[in-house]
Every structure is written in structure tokens, then in C-alpha cells.
């Protein structure tokens, strides 16, 4: 496949989306593609959705998207984190064949653990956590899921809030590895985290646990349909839990025990790695 | 009682998805998704605008495999009334069941009927914030971070007294996904 890339752009295709990023700084051209889960597509691919343009003047960075104006900044790290949102968004809502909900995915024994959740619910620390533990890195952000239930990693940077502002870490940073075949869900964890709480989860039934996806998933209102049909098979066959936890590495247990088919009401900590996905 | 009401389920402007024990429901027109356990989709599915209450409660306990009393199904119109997931609400006659009463009407392995919902989010609602740092305040609601580069900002109004710079008026520069654009 070539490589797609020329002077000024870059065509990608992100879960069956194509878009095209022009700018003349080949570095930022290379840092995004490293940064994205995208497929680089030739130069001359046809079907563009979306055209984004990055254009620098006197120090102002200036983000178009379709030729309007999307943004400005002084920051040229704060001009690719807000391409990378945009872009990431505008996917997640379009991809054919596939339904993106807002989640925090690992892959571990071959099956993946979804963690969906908003923003601040702890869900990328947990991730963090899991993939240090030997857990497969999957997303921080979203659980791809196709018709048939299976999930696909979506491997942005993870971002770890903390300290004087946020991280954006790969699965190598932590210590652990990418995961890259799709995978039948084994765990849904809806858990949001709070200081000193305890582990007493509750099993969620499928319909319950289909609609603690729905409720986070980004084209529930232009897809519901796809949306209803995809995720209840998604769950079929999973474990499913909800409950308010403590730190995150306490989880750990609690999953390695989820996959040896031993989950307890009210989980104990314990040391214990965990395994690959 | 209840021989000339005859309920009758919402088949327009909803989506169904059977799962083994349970039914789902989303309202197309409330963007609202809805579970119904087994003992509460049974009594929808019966809902067909020509059974009265009695005969509903027979089917639904041949379904179940189980006594059910009308006021078990009462007490399923009633929530799905209130869900709206029926095409009127109905009244039982004589006032509403309680969940106690019918609690005592229900036979071995039957549960009461539930109904849980969730409101499907907005496709900007299901994202993540993503304010930048240099860049300006997210105006979206659990963002609320500071801006720290106002100052050339044509659209930064920095009030007297308050450091926090929002961005307002003209193009917004707003770096989360789904905030309002020019």
C-alpha cells in the first residue's frame, strides 16, 4: 500500500473514514500519523469526508475543518490535541459498520473488559492500571464494536490526568503492549471510581448491561437501532458488574477472577498478575 | 375487573430487541431506551388493544408458566403507562396497585414486573472533553478549565476582578468536540 503522504498531506482512513490532513510541517504530518489508529490510504484515494487543514502565521496556529475556521491557538501541541479530538469525534459518530461507545477497553485471556464511563470516571486510570498488570491496551476512549459484537482497538494515547495537567502515554510507556485483533466481550465493568470505597458489585443482567452501553454510546440517537442490535449481542456471553470501587489496582483481582468464572459478590484483594489478551 | 380496558402496546415510533429474559425498548421519539424484565414483557407483548386485563393476566401466566394475578398486571400497565410505552395510559379501576399488594398476588419464580431506562445521550454528550491546554475555556459544563492565552484573543473577554478568561462572541474557539460553531 503507499504511503499516502506528499508534501502537505496525509490521507487516513479511521474505521472505514477518510479524511485528509494537509499541512506543510512534515513533522506534524508524521507525529500525527503515529498518533492516530489509522490505516494511511494513497495519495489519490477518492471518498474524502472530511478535510482538515493546519496552517501556521505569525505564531498562530489555525485548525479548518472543511475550510471553515475550527480553532486557534498559540499551542502547536494544543492545535494536534484538538485535531485528534475533532477528528476522533466526527469519527466515532460516523463509522459505517461499527458503533463507538464511550469506554475504556483491555484485552485480557482473549476477551475484553469494557469500562464504559464519561469523562472523570476513572475509567483510563483503571486502564492504565490493567495494562501495567499485563492486560492488553485497547482504547482509553472507545470501544469499537461491530455487528457481530466483537471489539476493535481504538489505541489513542492514553490520557492520565494528574500532576500540573495531563499525560498522553502509550501502551509501551506503561510497560505493556497494544492489543491488535478484534475480541468477544468477556467483562463489562460499570464502575465509577471514589476514595476508599469498597468493592461490593452487583451482577447486571444482559438488558441492564446493554443499556449501561447504550447510555454512553455516541450515535445512540442517529443509529439506535444499530446501536440496540450491536451491543445486545456485544454482551451476550459477558460477565457484567456494577459497582462504585477504590484504587484502581484492587481491580485487578476482580477481573482475574471475573475471567476464572469466580466473581464474587463482594470481592477480596488480592495479589495477582494478569494475562495477556 | 377491568373487563372493558383493553390495553394496547406502542408498535409506532418504536424499536424492539428481544433478549432471552428480558425485552428492549427504545422510544424514537424520547430518545429514551427502556428495559422490560420478563413478567413486564410479557404483559407489553399481550397488550394488543383487543385483550381485557382478565385474559391478559391468563396468557401472560401461560407464558410464564406461573399463577399471575391481575393485579400483577396492573401493577406492569401501570409502569408502562408511566414509561409511556403504551398507546394510553390506563386506569385501574377502584385506584392504582401497589407494588406490596401485587407483591402478595404473584406466584413462585414470577418476578414483579421492572422497567429500567436510560436516555440515549446526544452524540456530543458521549464524548470526551478535551481542553487544551493554551487554548481556551471548554464551554462545555465538566470541562471548566482556565484559559491561560487570552491576551491577543480577539473574543476573550476577561472581566474585571475574575482571571478566568472565557471565550465569548464571535467564532468560538472551543476546543471540545460538539460545542456550537459559526
Same mark, same amino acid.
Given at each position: 500500500?503507499?504511503?499516502?503522504?506528499?508534501?502537505?498531506?496525509?490521507?487516513?482512513?479511521?474505521?472505514?473514514?477518510?479524511?485528509?490532513?494537509?499541512?506543510?510541517?512534515?513533522?506534524?504530518?508524521?507525529?500525527?500519523?503515529?498518533?492516530?489508529?489509522?490505516?494511511?490510504?494513497?495519495?489519490?484515494?477518492?471518498?474524502?469526508?472530511?478535510?482538515?487543514?493546519?496552517?501556521?502565521?505569525?505564531?498562530?496556529?489555525?485548525?479548518?475543518?472543511?475550510?471553515?475556521?475550527?480553532?486557534?491557538?498559540?499551542?502547536?501541541?494544543?492545535?494536534?490535541?484538538?485535531?485528534?479530538?475533532?477528528?476522533?469525534?466526527?469519527?466515532?459518530?460516523?463509522?459505517?459498520?461499527?458503533?463507538?461507545?464511550?469506554?475504556?477497553?483491555?484485552?485480557?485471556?482473549?476477551?475484553?473488559?469494557?469500562?464504559?464511563?464519561?469523562?472523570?470516571?476513572?475509567?483510563?486510570?483503571?486502564?492504565?492500571?490493567?495494562?501495567?498488570?499485563?492486560?492488553?491496551?485497547?482504547?482509553?476512549?472507545?470501544?469499537?464494536?461491530?455487528?457481530?459484537?466483537?471489539?476493535?482497538?481504538?489505541?489513542?494515547?492514553?490520557?492520565?490526568?494528574?500532576?500540573?495537567?495531563?499525560?498522553?502515554?502509550?501502551?509501551?510507556?506503561?510497560?505493556?503492549?497494544?492489543?491488535?485483533?478484534?475480541?468477544?466481550?468477556?467483562?463489562?465493568?460499570?464502575?465509577?471510581?471514589?476514595?476508599?470505597?469498597?468493592?461490593?458489585?452487583?451482577?447486571?443482567?444482559?438488558?441492564?448491561?446493554?443499556?449501561?452501553?447504550?447510555?454512553?454510546?455516541?450515535?445512540?440517537?442517529?443509529?439506535?437501532?444499530?446501536?440496540?442490535?450491536?451491543?445486545?449481542?456485544?454482551?451476550?456471553?459477558?460477565?457484567?458488574?456494577?459497582?462504585?470501587?477504590?484504587?484502581?489496582?484492587?481491580?485487578?483481582?476482580?477481573?482475574?477472577?471475573?475471567?476464572?468464572?469466580?466473581?464474587?459478590?463482594?470481592?477480596?484483594?488480592?495479589?495477582?498478575?494478569?494475562?495477556?489478551? | 375487573?377491568?373487563?372493558?380496558?383493553?390495553?394496547?402496546?406502542?408498535?409506532?415510533?418504536?424499536?424492539?430487541?428481544?433478549?432471552?429474559?428480558? &425485552?428492549?425498548?427504545?422510544?424514537?421519539?424520547?430518545?429514551?431506551?427502556?428495559?422490560?424484565?420478563?413478567?413486564?414483557?410479557?404483559?407489553?407483548?399481550?397488550?394488543?388493544?383487543?385483550?381485557?386485563?382478565?385474559?391478559?393476566?391468563?396468557?401472560?401466566?401461560?407464558?410464564?408458566?406461573?399463577?399471575?394475578?391481575?393485579?400483577?398486571?396492573?401493577?406492569?400497565?401501570?409502569?408502562?403507562?408511566?414509561? @409511556?410505552?403504551? @398507546?394510553?395510559?390506563? @386506569?385501574?379501576?377502584?385506584?392504582?396497585?401497589?407494588?406490596?399488594?401485587?407483591?402478595?398476588?404473584?406466584?413462585?419464580?414470577?418476578?414483579?414486573?421492572?422497567?429500567?431506562?436510560?436516555?440515549?445521550?446526544?452524540?456530543?454528550?458521549?464524548? &470526551?472533553?478535551?481542553?487544551?491546554?493554551?487554548?481556551?475555556?471548554?464551554?462545555?459544563?465538566?470541562?471548566?478549565?482556565?484559559?491561560?492565552?487570552?491576551?491577543?484573543?480577539?473574543?476573550?473577554?476577561? &472581566?474585571?476582578?475574575?482571571?478566568?478568561?472565557?471565550?465569548?462572541?464571535?467564532?468560538?474557539?472551543?476546543?471540545?468536540?460538539?460545542?456550537?460553531?459559526?
Amino acid at each position: 500500500m503507499s504511503t499516502g503522504r506528499r508534501a502537505g498531506s496525509l490521507v487516513l482512513d479511521l474505521c472505514g473514514v477518510r479524511v485528509r490532513i494537509s499541512c506543510d510541517d512534515a513533522a506534524i504530518l508524521r507525529q500525527l500519523r503515529a498518533a492516530l489508529p489509522a490505516r494511511v490510504l494513497g495519495a489519490r484515494a477518492a471518498r474524502m469526508q472530511r478535510a482538515y487543514s493546519i496552517e501556521n502565521a505569525r505564531g498562530r496556529w489555525r485548525l479548518l475543518v472543511d475550510g471553515r475556521l475550527q480553532a486557534r491557538t498559540r499551542s502547536r501541541e494544543g492545535l494536534l490535541g484538538l485535531l485528534e479530538s475533532d477528528l476522533t469525534a466526527y469519527v466515532a459518530e460516523q463509522a459505517p459498520r461499527r458503533v463507538f461507545v464511550h469506554a475504556g477497553v483491555v484485552g485480557w485471556g482473549g476477551r475484553a473488559v469494557v469500562i464504559p464511563g464519561r469523562s472523570q470516571s476513572g475509567k483510563s486510570t483503571l486502564v492504565a492500571e490493567l495494562v501495567r498488570a499485563g492486560a492488553r491496551y485497547y482504547s482509553d476512549e472507545f470501544a469499537v464494536v461491530d455487528s457481530r459484537g466483537l471489539v476493535y482497538p481504538f489505541p489513542t494515547r492514553l490520557a492520565l490526568r494528574g500532576g500540573p495537567g495531563r499525560q498522553r502515554l502509550t501502551a509501551e510507556d506503561l510497560g505493556g503492549r497494544a492489543g491488535r485483533r478484534s475480541l468477544p466481550v468477556g467483562l463489562v465493568l460499570v464502575t465509577h471510581y471514589r476514595p476508599g470505597a469498597r468493592w461490593r458489585p452487583r451482577r447486571l443482567s444482559a438488558g441492564h448491561a446493554t443499556l449501561a452501553l447504550l447510555a454512553n454510546t455516541v450515535p445512540a440517537r442517529s443509529r439506535p437501532a444499530d446501536a440496540l442490535r450491536t451491543l445486545a449481542r456485544a454482551v451476550q456471553g459477558a460477565e457484567s458488574l456494577h459497582g462504585v470501587r477504590g484504587e484502581a489496582g484492587g481491580m485487578i483481582a476482580v477481573v482475574s477472577r471475573a475471567f476464572s468464572g469466580r466473581v464474587a459478590v463482594e470481592a477480596r484483594a488480592s495479589s495477582g498478575r494478569g494475562r495477556e489478551g | 375487573m377491568g373487563a372493558s380496558i383493553r390495553p394496547r402496546a406502542r408498535q409506532d415510533g418504536v424499536l424492539l430487541r428481544e433478549l432471552p429474559d428480558e &425485552t428492549l425498548v427504545y422510544d424514537l421519539e424520547r430518545h429514551r431506551a427502556f428495559c422490560l424484565n420478563a413478567t413486564a414483557a410479557a404483559v407489553f407483548r399481550r397488550c394488543d388493544g383487543r385483550a381485557a386485563v382478565p385474559e391478559i393476566a391468563r396468557r401472560v401466566a401461560r407464558d410464564l408458566g406461573a399463577s399471575v394475578d391481575e393485579e400483577v398486571v396492573w401493577l406492569a400497565l401501570k409502569r408502562l403507562g408511566r414509561a @409511556r410505552l403504551l @398507546r394510553e395510559p390506563v @386506569r385501574r379501576p377502584g385506584g392504582s396497585v401497589s407494588r406490596r399488594a401485587a407483591a402478595f398476588r404473584i406466584g413462585g419464580g414470577v418476578l414483579l414486573p421492572l422497567i429500567s431506562s436510560v436516555l440515549a445521550p446526544k452524540a456530543a454528550e458521549a464524548l &470526551t472533553c478535551a481542553p487544551v491546554p493554551g487554548g481556551a475555556v471548554c464551554t462545555q459544563s465538566q470541562c471548566g478549565q482556565l484559559c491561560d492565552d487570552c491576551s491577543g484573543n480577539e473574543h476573550c473577554k476577561r &472581566t474585571p476582578g475574575n482571571p478566568v478568561c472565557k471565550c465569548q462572541g464571535g467564532p468560538i474557539i472551543c476546543p471540545c468536540p460538539g460545542s456550537p460553531l459559526p
